[in-house]
């Protein structure tokens, strides 16, 4: 028996190295995310006036309507992938410690991160939900 735990611990033994340039690679998408025309604060402050498409006509509020709704979705995509990034990285930092060794504020960063990914979650829109006939409303 204490020769399969120890063969058990071996296989989740965390190779720190490999682990830390994952982490490095991590780190370097969520900057190239934040500096990008795909940041959340950037698409926030990038919008486009309902007058720039036209007034007076049902196809220009149906195009700014349209393009509200896209915007909206990118920016929600944006904060999700930051975030998604950012959990990983935590992840990978604190691999190897076990939950008791990490510091009540990045456990408090990590809660946040899952909750704020659970509250964003459409089954209707995760193809393996659908496949597995778990998804339901409309995407």
Known sequence: MAEALTRQ??????????????????????????GSEADSRRL???????????????????LFTAYDTVHGRLQRLSR?????????????????KGYGGVDEETRT??????RHAKEEYVPARDPLARQDGQAGGTI
């Open 80 to 96: 999700g992938l930051a975030g998604q990034i950012e959990a990983l990285g935590i992840a990978i930092l604190t691999a190897g």
């Open 109 to 114: 960063r990590m809660r946040a991160l899952v």
């Open 9 to 34: 611990a071996q296989a989740l033994e965390v190779e720190y190295e490999s682990m830390t340039a994952h982490k490095n690679r991590v780190d370097a998408l969520l900057r190239a995310l934040d």
């Open 44 to 62: 926030a402050h990038d919008t486009l006036p309902a007058p720039a498409l036209g007034t007076g006509f049902a196809e220009a509020r149906a």
